[in-house]
Structures are given as structure tokens and as C-alpha cells.
């Protein structure tokens, strides 16, 4: 029986220690702010905030309706659009295909498909 419960704590320590060396998907400590470039972003449940006070930059992890991927959100702050998000919902409540676009100023916007062609 001691033998089966030693087996059974190094089980669960080597599956504990597998756990916490894994990354989340949902991590971006690797991306800065964008605005104030003083701060690690953090990524929580609806949000990606900067950390800093001042600062105080946001994004939004739902736009329109779709839910942005920490893919999406990462394209967004590194090459500065998402790729095409389709199927936003607009305020008359009509879908439509865009890239989400990082502005000069820091917020969002959108590009549409037709425009991206030309």
C-alpha cells in the first residue's frame, strides 16, 4: 500500500510540473503596448489592457459580434490588421466581412474587402 501511494505522488508531481510548464494559449507576455511601449499587455476575460495607469490602452476582445483569437489580437498589434473577420454584425444588424486595422492613434478600425482589393 506505501508503495502505491508513493507511485501516486510521483505521478501527480510529474503531471503537476507538466501542467505549469505549458504556456497558455491565451498568454501575449510577449507583446508591449503599442502606445506608451513601457508595458507588458494583459490579456483577461474580455479585455487586452496595458498595465500602466497613464496609458490605459484597451481592446476589446469581442468587435461586432465576433470574437477575436489571440492569433487575431496579435496580428492586430504586430503587422497592424487582423486577418478577414468575417461575418461582423453592424448596428442595423447586417453582417459583413472586415480586417480589424490598428490606427495612428491607437484605436481600431476597419478596412472592408473591397477596399483591401484595389
Known amino acids: 500500500m506505501e508503495d502505491f501511494h508513493r507511485q501516486i505522488e510521483d505521478y501527480t508531481s510529474e503531471i503537476t510540473n507538466e501542467l505549469l510548464s505549458i504556456k497558455s494559449s491565451n498568454e501575449i507576455d510577449h507583446l508591449s503596448c503599442l502606445k ?12 487586452v489592457k496595458c498595465l500602466n495607469t497613464d496609458c490605459n490602452w484597451i481592446l476589446f ?5 465576433v470574437k477575436l483569437l489571440v492569433e487575431d489580437i496579435a496580428d492586430l ?18 453582417k459583413y466581412d472586415a480586417y480589424l486595422i ?3 492613434d491607437y484605436t481600431t478600425g476597419f478596412e472592408f474587402s473591397t477596399n483591401k482589393n484595389k
Open 36 to 47: 506608451c511601449k513601457q508595458h507588458t499587455l494583459q490579456l483577461r476575460e474580455k479585455v
Open 61 to 65: 476582445k469581442e468587435v461586432c459580434g
Open 102 to 104: 490598428l490606427k495612428e
Open 77 to 94: 498589434l504586430e503587422q497592424g490588421e487582423t486577418k478577414l473577420q468575417k461575418g461582423l454584425i453592424s448596428k442595423a444588424d447586417k
